[in-house]
């Protein structure tokens, strides 16, 4: 079970205090389920230079008469926009001290997001493993839920990262 008594603050002086954001290794527990806010209300800008900065030329997502067109009647966000979006909301938590993505599996769009659309996530911790060639750290495995305004799930994913150990991470120098 996940410590109620992890410090969100890091005394560095008298009366100063810095934030830190982020669990160990040692911090991740299977079974435990990590609501992550604020939620994220999607923008039409936010999917249309996603899109063009991507270089995806659907044009469900960019043209609006286009999308008019199709069972929708309106544009898409872009899913890969929905899978930045949900891993973003998800780091202040789960990644704050990642060493290293080293996967994302099992992604599912189960329903479609619109601008206008607010989405929440949330993270179940599947399991963790020590890392057989990094003493230092260890590798644990997340479930990712995005949710819409209305509670329907919108994607589902899988995450698989390297973490730092208690005492092995940048922000454990003392120069930082």
């Not at 929708?72 to 872009?78: A, G, N, R, T």
């Amino acid at each position: 079970m996940l410590d109620p008594n992890l410090p969100a603050y890091k005394v560095v002086g008298e009366r100063r205090f810095r934030e830190t954001s982020g669990l160990y290794y040692e911090d991740f527990e299977p079974g435990d389920v990590f609501e992550h806010r604020p939620g994220r209300t999607v923008l039409d800008a936010d999917n249309v230079w996603f899109t063009l900065l991507t270089l995806n030329v659907q044009p469900v997502h960019f043209d609006a008469a286009y999308a008019a067109k199709t069972e929708w009647k309106k544009m898409l966000v872009d899913s890969t926009f929905t899978l930045a979006l949900l891993t973003g909301m998800s780091v202040r938590t789960v990644s704050a001290k990642v060493v290293a993505n080293l996967g994302w599996d099992k992604v599912k769009v189960t329903a479609p997001v619109f601008a206008g659309d607010t989405i929440y996530a949330e993270s179940t911790i599947l399991g963790k493993r020590e890392s057989a060639s990094r003493p230092t750290q260890g590798i644990v495995t997340v479930a990712t839920r995005g949710m819409n305004q209305d509670g329907t799930v919108v994607m589902t994913f899988e995450r698989t990262i390297l973490v730092h150990k208690r005492g092995h991470s940048p922000e454990d120098a003392a120069a930082y």
